[in-house]
């Protein structure tokens, strides 16, 4: 008897939505054409949508104007604070645990040759001597460098001692470990001799880089700081000069990605628990380098607490922050640069504020360019009261500027505010860049910064403010100089509140109206790398709400993160922004992946068709001339100069002045000019001109390799010609499927009920259900302006899940509620499987029967996840809820339960996980570990975190139907459900008298490793797993029909599918014998781990029907396909599936996990045999239908007399 086991039984128990919560999620075009109205102030149409239009004209205006004006300024002010919050960002440093990314004590060997360069005179350092004893002790050879004092001006000295010591024993060095930084004179307080050696470090490590370059020496750099940076409120910062080096390092990475490692600050003392981390950092660097991959983390800080990583976040909106207030000011205010545009907006906004004195400073004081115009501006903002001076002083220069503070107090007009944006944008490569400008760009920025400390360091002021860029925060091609100076001002900000004083460092993104960066073509630039210019009147409301918050440190810029994320990842993973869901998404987003798409599906508009045309008709020289003539001239349009002259055939993209950002600008032109998908990494692919080139010309006309061809040999087995079966060969005892069992939405009980609603053309999706303790009303949030919320209602789910016969498999009621609902339905879907084969499940026990599952966690009883989740516990459930819920115990339970004794193993690598698991139960088989395979796939969503998590990815369909490979696919639409299928060896089925319903010919697992993003699809991994599996089967992708596709509705993954089997399926086929395409989840939803198996039942009913079934909600095809680049067909309505003696119907099955885990199962037909003798001398019927419910065909029976006959 099935009764309900669910913890929270009572729906009602959850707390209700709110009135006004229920209210606003019922917002629609009305408001928006309401909140329209406002903010234009039609008194008309205001009128009209009210239904005031029966009143005269004159009483309804006279009703809604007067609160219309004031109504409209909220409004705007509303969106304003929208605007302002979204771009609000902080650098935050968040522990990192020891086993998530860096080896555990004990475990790491550091691997290699390492040379650590230290300054003239430091090499006894405390942190240097206990850094190399570390690296000796982790394993490495260590070599200590001891730099010049004229480092910076003379690189020459140093390039050629690291050249020797790379040629040293042969092999190159492992990584080089910079202590340069160090060397900044005394610490902070108290120093006198700033305007001496402001940036020796910094300098000095600029001339390592470039030391670096000249002998390529591609060995990971480390660069070292103490004291730069600040972790949280206790850890003080002591020295903001160092801070330099943090701005000059996220340009070398970006600049030189291929060997640069990364940066780290360390204590002021070393002791043993930190220099102990200290080799864990590099030991893992040094894998990193040994796999070609770059290191997990790459700003770290270690401290003796802990590890500390380096973030990028959403900072708190202004409006929601705790403790934000107003600010104001009743004195005068300093604004250097006061004269530019970045001075002139924030004078105007302290004139309109109250503040009626103003110190405009700049170099060139009233003789600066438009001072007298901008003077009679403020003049006349300020009204008869206020006043406005402006004033030549150098803020580089400590005495010109305590000079000028001393005037203004000896006039009785001391300063209560300080805003610093003053500052020198430089643009120039760090090969390119020398000790000169970077000076000029620390001048008026980072070292004038440090002078308005010194001469207001006795003072409580209003407001000190400092205007960094977010160059400091992120880095920036040929910006190198200008991060340095920038980066030092977050430091100089905490300095000064670890002292008791006030400031602000805001660095910001790109600002409109002559901003310093948002000028001309320059301003276009950095909007096509994702950094529009923000309103500048929105800005300084971003300043005051900042000084409102009295932060310290802020990042306020407009961030189009579906351009920025993939451009500033382009060369190198950066863990920075990978705590923010925009960049995450935009990076799992961008099909552009390291690698090629095919190249008949590659090209994606009609130039190229031009270009070909052109190309076709030439000699090769002359195709090698033109495409050298379009690179360079889209190289040298990129780099701004006026013709291609200047950009040599033969240098290297780097010496020409690339960098990662302007290399993505170079791909997106040439992808426009040729049609073709091509990488990001495309400039580092291919590093010069002429290696462009040969690329280009393969693309677009020789054959492409890249997603891999079969190797010589999967040639060598796959068999020449078509096979008329797999389970005719004689090399092998091909693995059947036995029997079938399941549970899937839509009350698909059975593979019979399942065929049943795909063949009648019916999909099984329903409301979120009411009997799992959802908060339904409070869930479902179309604006998504709750958090814990979905935009969508509606998904496909299994009913009656919380039923369970508990008795019948001798479990407690007080174990079954404990009990995840995945155990519970796999455990009746593997009773039945058995029961569907004839298999009397006692007759198992001590058997050799695995167990394959493949699922994931339902967070069941794990308590609320979401505003919609009702799951709190359940009394009595205590000491069962461990093996109740650990995903682990779902294959454990079933062999614990059947008494089986083979392999029992969980896999979860997401939405593959079933298909992964008929691969591993396959290897198993083949292998002797087991004597028969169970296999199974559950999902259960005892939560609705998943229809949260993917409303917040704008990743679900809002009727919750998977459109696949259609033009109106807008997301995939979640189902759940189990599947179980019986799989073992055909002479083990025949012997045993079991029903063959299908053959396995074939499977393969792969991963799409270090693609473009950890959950974005892999079109070459797809190409790659597919043409496995046909290896492993000895197929050629002619003797596959159809295709059950992974097809989740999503814009992007279905061509990503689409291209990969256009080019292995849809490649050399006869047109009147395309390759069908089609996917189960149009009809059940995507359900999950279960999704492979449920692929894998249906097709197995389809072969023994004899029919394709149409996919639904197709409409048009997707246009994001090119479609006629192969033979491949949408099953749009059925499909008779003709088999025979010359032709036997296969068909593969495809899941692509989210974790990057790719698999692939190619099935056939049952044979045709129907009659096999068993060894003990009786006869089988081997065509038995159980699973279809046909009869089987009359065969004749031999009857056995003796042995002889």
């Not at 960066?517 to 500048?536: C, I, N, S, V, Y």
């Not at 593979?751 to 959802?774: H, K, M, N, T, Y």
């Not at 115990?889 to 008494?899: A, D, E, K």
Request: with cysteine.
């Amino acid at each position: 008897q099935r009764t309900r086991h669910w913890i929270n039984t009572d729906p009602t128990s959850a707390p209700s939505a709110s009135a006004a919560s229920a209210g606003a999620s019922g917002a629609g075009g009305a408001e928006s054409d309401f909140w329209k109205a406002v903010e234009s102030e039609d008194v008309d149409a205001l009128s009209e949508m009210l239904s005031l239009g029966d009143q005269e004209p004159q009483d309804s205006h006279g009703v809604l104007r007067p609160a219309l004006s004031l109504l409209s300024g909220w409004r705007r002010a509303q969106v304003t604070r929208a605007t302002v919050d979204s771009w609000r960002y902080q650098v935050s440093w968040r522990p990192q645990a020891y086993d998530s990314a860096l080896p555990r004590s004990g475990s790491s060997d550091v691997a290699g040759r390492w040379i650590v360069v230290t300054p003239a005179g430091y090499g006894d350092h405390p942190w240097a001597v206990a850094s190399m004893r570390a690296l000796a002790d982790g394993g490495a050879q260590v070599s200590q460098i001891s730099a010049d004092a004229d480092l910076a001006s003379n690189p020459e000295p140093l390039a050629r001692l690291l050249e020797a010591e790379a040629r040293r024993d042969g092999g190159r060095p492992a990584g080089v470990l910079s202590f340069l930084a160090l060397d900044c004179g005394e610490t902070v307080e108290g120093r006198e001799e700033l305007q001496r050696t402001p940036l020796s470090g910094t300098a000095a490590t600029l001339g390592l880089v470039q030391a670096m370059v000249d002998v390529e020496l591609a060995a990971s750099l480390w660069c070292v700081t103490s004291g730069a940076v600040s972790v949280g409120r206790a850890d003080r910062i002591r020295d903001a000069d160092q801070a330099h080096v943090w701005g000059l390092g996220q340009v070398a990475g970006l600049e030189h990605p291929e060997w640069w490692g990364g940066l780290i600050d360390l204590p002021e003392e070393p002791d043993s628990r930190t220099v102990g981390r200290l080799a864990q950092v590099l030991a893992n660097a040094s894998r990193a380098l040994m796999t070609g991959a770059p290191p997990r983390e790459d700003q770290v800080a270690l401290r003796p607490s802990g590890v500390f990583v380096r973030r990028l976040t959403r900072a708190a909106p202004a409006s929601h922050a705790p403790g934000a207030g107003s600010w104001s000011s009743d004195g005068p205010a300093l604004i250097t640069g006061g004269t530019g545009a970045l001075g002139a907006h924030v004078a105007r906004w302290l004139l309109r504020s109250g503040i009626n004195h103003l110190v405009l400073v700049s170099r060139r004081g009233a003789g600066a360019p438009g001072a007298d115009e901008l003077r009679s501006e403020l003049l006349g903002l300020a009204g008869p009261e206020g006043k406005v001076e402006i004033r030549g002083c150098d803020v580089s220069d400590r005495d010109d500027l305590s000079a000028l503070v001393e005037s203004l107090d000896e006039a009785g007009t001391p300063v209560r505010s300080v805003f610093h944006t003053a500052g020198i944008g430089t643009t120039a490569s760090l090969v390119d860049s020398d000790v000169e400008a970077l000076t000029q760009a620390c001048a008026a920025k980072s070292h004038g910064a440090r002078h308005l400390d010194h001469v207001f360091h006795d003072r409580e002021l209003d407001a000190f403010v400092l205007f960094s860029s977010g160059a400091g925060v992120w880095g920036g091609g040929g910006q190198g100089a200008y991060a340095a100076a920038n980066s030092s001002l977050d430091a100089l900000a905490q300095y000064r509140r670890s002292r008791g004083l006030h400031a602000l460092s805001v660095a910001w993104g790109t600002w409109g109206g002559g901003g310093m960066a948002a000028q001309g073509a320059a301003e276009e630039q950095l909007r096509r790398l994702g950094l529009p210019a923000m309103e500048p009147t929105q800005a300084v409301e971003a300043l005051r709400h900042s000084l409102g918050l009295d932060e310290t440190t802020v990042t306020v810029a407009d961030i189009d993160w579906e351009v920025f994320a993939p451009t500033l990842s382009a060369a190198r993973r950066r863990p920075l922004i990978s705590d923010l869901a925009e960049a995450r998404a935009a990076l799992d987003g961008d099909p552009l992946a390291p690698g090629s798409a095919p190249k008949a599906a590659s090209r994606t508009g009609t130039r190229s068709d031009d270009l070909l045309q052109r190309l076709t008709a030439l000699s090769t020289g002359e195709r090698d001339r033109v495409l050298l003539d379009l690179v360079r001239a889209e190289a040298a349009a990129v780099l701004g100069h006026s013709g291609s002259d200047s950009v040599a055939a033969h240098r290297a993209f780097k010496e020409l002045g690339f960098d990662s950002l302007t290399a993505v600008q170079l791909r997106n032109r040439l992808k426009s000019a040729t049609g073709l998908l091509l990488p990001t990494t495309l400039v580092f692919d291919h590093p010069s001109p002429r290696a462009l080139v040969a690329h280009l010309k393969n693309e677009l006309l020789g054959d492409d390799t890249s997603a891999g061809p079969l190797t010589a040999s999967e040639k060598e087995r796959a068999r020449d010609g078509s096979r008329s079966s797999a389970a005719e060969e004689g090399d092998a005892d091909p693995l059947v499927i036995v029997s079938m069992s399941c549970r899937f939405p839509g009350a698909a009980n059975s593979p019979e009920q399942l065929w049943s609603l795909i063949a009648e053309g019916r999909d099984a999706v329903s409301e979120f259900p009411g009997d799992r303790g959802w908060d339904l009303d409070r869930l479902y949030d179309p604006q998504l302006s709750r958090s814990g919320t979905s935009y969508t209602r509606e998904g496909s789910f299994v009913t009656d899940v919380a039923e369970f016969d508990a008795d019948f498999f001798g479990i407690s009621p007080r174990e079954a509620v404990a009990m995840d609902p995945q155990q519970r339905l796999l455990l009746e879907t593997s009773w039945e499987v058995f029961e569907r084969a004839g298999i009397a499940v006692d007759d198992l026990r001590e058997s050799r029967t695995g167990v394959f599952i493949g699922a994931a966690t339902s967070y069941y009883g794990t308590g609320p996840v979401s505003a919609g989740s009702g799951s709190d516990g359940a009394e009595g459930t205590d000491g069962f809820l461990l093996t109740g819920t650990a995903t682990a115990v779902l294959s454990g339970r079933i062999s614990y339960t059947f008494g089986l004794e083979g392999p029992a193993v969980t896999i979860d690598t997401a939405c593959s996980s079933s298909l992964v698991s008929l691969h591993m139960a396959a290897q198993a088989l083949r292998n002797g570990e087991c004597t028969m395979a169970l296999v199974g796939g559950v999902t259960v969503m005892a939560t609705p975190a998943a229809f949260v998590e993917f409303s917040r990815q704008r990743g679900l369909a809002a009727d919750g139907r998977c459109k696949a490979f259609s033009a109106d696919a807008d997301g995939t639409g979640w189902g759940e459900g189990a599947g179980v299928v019986l799989v073992e060896r055909l002479s083990d089925a025949r012997r045993n008298g079991h029903p063959v319903l299908a053959v396995v010919c074939g499977t393969a697992v792969n991963q799409d490793g270090a693609s473009n993003g950890l959950s974005a699809p892999n079109g070459p991994s797809q190409q790659r797993v597919i043409r496995q599996a046909l290896a492993n089967a000895g197929l050629q992708p002619g003797d596959v029909d159809a295709v059950e596709a992974h097809g989740t509705g999503t814009r992007l993954g279905d061509p990503i599918e689409a291209q990969a089997l256009l080019a292995t399926y849809g490649q050399d086929r006869d047109a009147d014998r395309p390759l069908w395409l089609g996917t189960v989840k149009s009809n059940i939803g995507h359900t999950q781990s279960a999704a492979g198996l449920a692929g894998i039942i249906k097709m197995v009913m389809a072969m023994r029907h004899g029919t394709l079934p149409r996919t639904l909600h197709i409409g048009e095809p997707t246009p994001h396909v090119e479609w006629s680049a192969g033979a491949v067909s949408l099953l749009s309505k059925d499909q008779e599936w003709p088999s025979g003696t010359e032709r036997t119907r296969r068909a593969g099955v495809s899941a692509f996990g989210v974790s990057g885990t790719n698999a692939h199962v190619i099935l056939e037909e049952a044979p045709g045999e129907a009659v096999e003798g068993t060894d003990d001398g009786t006869t089988l019927n081997t065509t038995t239908d159980i699973g279809t419910g046909t009869e089987p065909a009359a065969v004749p029976t031999p009857w056995v007399l003796s042995a002889r006959t």
